[in-house]
């Protein structure tokens, strides 16, 4: 359900009597994700299949199978599933790749077209969207709301979701590997300091919100700084949206860095399908 963000969550036709089917909403994601690259994902889906083959042979994977990945799926976003049989980092292997920045976020170009096709809101993608941001809503962003809310949302994705590979490709980057848990280990967050933690959310859309509310960068520093003066053993948490701008986030956190340098406190990062 939550990792460290190194990184950083989301997650992601044939001929039936000679007649084409009507493309779904996915399978043009899935097509204008890959070809916004400049190989069109050629090097970034070979080191997906390696990646899986090895994950099928170390037994983390019964197959490529939509089901495999649902099953996976369910240990990363409910178990807090670690990588320790392959001594692998998918992640660090993508982030090497001279695109990577178009791997972690959203094209407009692409999103502008998808959210502008009638067929949109039959798709499993907005129903996805609109079941997270009323589980959200309704269960917060607290470490039980989003406990609550991952074994809901998990239920309500249907399998046939993770059939396609820019799905497949986002619930493996989503794995976090040994070395990643053992820096999670040596800075652990107790359910207390959860409980008294000032949380942040970051939408897909850029927006900053606070209990469900949308603030600006100069407030949300202004109201950092009081608590972080006032908490004795302060913890932040930021929840973001998988589809959140992977650049975005970066310069979010090193201007969050910037702005509390004078204070100590631990930081718990969640990605948020």
Not at 257 to 267: A, G, M, P, R, V
């Amino acid at each position: 359900m939550k990792h460290s963000l190194s990184i950083i969550l989301g997650v992601l036709i044939l001929f039936v009597s000679c007649e084409k089917k009507r493309p779904t909403i996915e399978d043009m994601i899935q097509e204008c994700y890959f070809n916004s690259m400049p190989d069109n994902g050629k090097n970034l889906l070979r080191l997906f299949k390696e990646y899986e083959t090895i994950l099928i042979k170390k037994g983390v994977l019964k197959d490529s199978s939509a089901r495999s990945y649902k099953k996976l799926y369910r240990e990363i976003l409910i178990k807090d599933f670690i990588d320790t049989k392959t001594n692998y980092s998918f992640i660090d292997s993508v982030n090497k790749l001279a695109y990577s920045d178009l791997i972690h976020r959203n094209n407009s170009k692409c999103s502008n077209k998808i959210l502008k096709n009638k067929h949109y809101k039959e798709s499993i993608t907005y129903k996805i969207g609109k079941i997270t941001d009323s589980l959200m809503e309704s269960n917060g962003y607290s470490h039980d709301g989003i406990v609550s809310s991952a074994n809901i949302l998990y239920s309500k994705i249907p399998e046939r979701f993770f059939q396609y590979q820019y799905v497949k490709l986002r619930v493996l980057i989503l794995i976090p590997d040994e070395d990643e848990a053992i820096s999670q280990i040596q800075e652990p967050i107790s359910e207390s300091e959860l409980q008294r933690a000032f949380v942040i959310y970051l939408d897909k859309n850029q927006k900053i919100k606070l209990n469900n509310k949308v603030l600006s960068k100069k407030v949300l520093v202004k109201k950092i700084l009081n608590y972080l003066s006032k908490t004795v053993n302060p913890v932040i948490v930021i929840n973001m949206s998988r589809d959140l701008n992977y650049d975005y986030y970066i310069k979010f956190q090193k201007f969050l860095q910037e702005k509390t340098q004078d204070f100590t406190y631990k930081i718990k990062e969640n990605v948020i399908e």
